[in-house]
């Protein structure tokens, strides 16, 4: 037998095979010994017929399971022998199989990529953290004061400025076709014509009008049109604010008077504004590192990383009512791409700096972070059954990798020279706008050092060329916890999820710090 290994690309190589005619007759003789009693052909009882007849009568099948066999015995062994390792199925690209005759197979697979790290020792970076003023804490008491605003029924009351009314609204533009609006809750003000049309009516009853847009309305298909209303009046309420005081702060936690919450609040807010400094901290790094030594990842696991944005983009409008099916699944993969590639070219960069760096993760420290997470989720199971099934699952090797990213990045910050820099309100929300303009949306990129979570699920993957707009046969299953204002609730802790090791490497999930409990509200 012949092996040649043949470089399409750093991570895309072929390998052609050449069996011998032995093996490829012995190959035939095993399939069709084993498909001769399964088959009925008339005039010949199950597995009496003769050997001719079944190569004549499914002689595609045979091949394919001959080929199938041949290409699963020595695809693997033959790679690893001429000095590949595979991350991803086989893509066979040619086949010359005859019986009697060497088999010749030439199939393409990923391997994975050979990272020159840069200097990652000597990195000078700005940390920008958002400056926690007076005028931040009382915006942020203000917001919960406002959800903490009780409606309250107006008995045989009507409608009047300042309260609340919910109503059935049925609009018809002229020359347009009528439409109905179920249950409006509008804060009346009769200032509006609109609002001043339903001032006097009381629960349940009904009014017809017309109201003209003005000509320069900024919808020019209602500008200067006349409007024909039907509301009904379904519920009128009345809106009860609470006032900022020591009853107030109390209502909100255990807290004993408005100062202690006011301190509360400012505690929260900085340190939501620390954890979302730190988050953009790592990103500015990786890209620092990434630009600094540019190198290929296979194409095979950024498909897999936007078969998981999809996975999660599809449980998101899930969650919204919506129906999966309707999302452009293609375009919504090349949207993605260039964060996929982010993503996977982070696990492998930050992999190779843990394992330069020697970094590993005591399993006492597992342990921990799953006892963490059963008491927070209150798990009855006992502790050893809760971690074995986590093993079958393969949860505690994402847990590992995560952990193992957080001590990477530790690592990298501690021989980095870092600046910190308060930024006000307004310098701040110009710098989140100019991420949002520069990213159209923060992407979650998937990447822990514990490997590129299904890296090495060679179940997951094809070979040959992936479609790299292509849509998702199906959804594996982090939403983005990076967020831009100070975070005013902790969002429960997930269960870890499978992150499954790579052949030879594994790559980086570094997820977006969670935000702490805000006071209660």
């Known amino acids: 037998m012949s092996v040649t290994l043949h470089h ?24 069709v010994a084993k498909i001769a009693p399964k088959v009925r052909i008339p005039g010949f009882r199950p597995g009496k017929a003769p050997r001719t007849v079944l190569m004549q009568k499914y002689a595609r099948e045979i091949e394919s399971d001959v080929a199938q066999q041949l290409v699963e015995r020595h695809f693997w062994k033959s790679a690893t022998e001429a000095g590949a390792l595979p991350i991803s199925h086989p893509s066979v690209e040619k086949l010359d199989l ?44 203000e917001g919960l004061r406002q959800r903490a605003i009780k409606y309250l029924p107006v008995e045989d009351g009507a409608v009047a400025p300042g309260l609340v009314a919910t109503c059935d609204i049925r609009v018809k533009p002229q020359g347009l076709k009528a439409q109905t609006y179920k249950d409006q809750v509008l804060e009346i003000d009769g200032t509006r014509p ?39 009046v379904k519920d009128i309420r009345s809106k009860e604010v609470p006032v900022l005081s020591d009853d107030f702060a109390k209502d909100m936690g255990d807290f004993e008077n408005l100062e202690a919450l006011k301190a509360a609040v400012r505690k929260d807010l900085e340190e939501a504004a ?8 790592q990103a500015n790094m990786l890209d620092t590192l990434l630009e600094a030594m540019p190198f290929e990842v296979p194409r095979s696991m950024v498909i897999l990383q936007l078969d998981d944005y999809c996975q999660e983009f599809g449980q998101h409008v899930s969650r919204q009512g919506m129906d999966p099916k309707k999302v452009n699944w293609q375009a919504y993969r090349q949207y993605r791409l260039n964060d996929a590639e982010r993503a996977v070219r982070s696990g492998y ?39 074995a099934e986590m093993d079958r699952r393969g949860n505690t090797t994402e847990i590992k990798g995560r952990l193992r990213t957080d001590r990477i990045f530790d690592h990298l910050l501690s021989s980095a020279q870092v ?57 594996h299953g982090p939403d983005c916890d990076h967020d831009h204002e100070a975070e005013e609730a902790k969002p429960k802790k997930k269960a870890p999820r499978k992150a499954a090791e790579a052949p030879e490497a594994e790559a980086p999930a570094a997820e977006k710090p969670k935000a702490k409990k805000a006071p209660k509200q």
């Open 194 to 232: 609109f609002d001043a049309e339903l001032l006097g009516l009381k629960a349940d009853e009904k009014k017809s009008f017309t109201l003209t847009h003005p000509a320069d309305d900024n919808n020019p298909v209602l500008a200067g049109k006349v409007l024909a209303y039907e509301v009904q």
């Open 419 to 475: 600046t910190e820099e308060l930024l006000d309100k307004a310098a701040f929300d110009a710098l989140v706008e100019l991420e949002r303009k520069r990213e159209a949306g923060l992407p979650v990129n998937r990447f822990d050092a514990g490997g590129v979570e299904g890296g090495g699920e060679l179940e997951g993957q094809e070979g040959g060329e992936p479609a790299t707009v292509g849509a998702a046969d199906h959804v």
């Open 8 to 31: 399409q690309s750093p991570t895309r190589k072929t390998v052609e095979v050449t069996v011998p005619a032995a093996e490829v007759n012995a190959a035939f003789d095993e399939v």
């Open 274 to 281: 620390d954890r979302d400094a730190v988050a953009r901290l």
């Open 349 to 387: 960069l930050l992999q190779s700096i843990g394992n330069a760096e020697s970094i590993e993760v005591p399993e006492a420290d597992i342990d921990a972070e799953i006892r963490s997470f059963m008491a927070e989720n209150q798990v009855q199971q006992p502790f050893e059954a809760f971690k």
């Open 98 to 141: 005859k019986e009697g005759a060497d088999a010749v197979f030439r199939a393409q697979f990923d391997v994975a990529p050979e990272v020159v790290l840069p200097d990652y020792k000597t990195m000078v970076l700005t940390k920008k953290k958002r400056a926690i003023d007076e005028a931040t804490v009382v915006e942020h008491l």
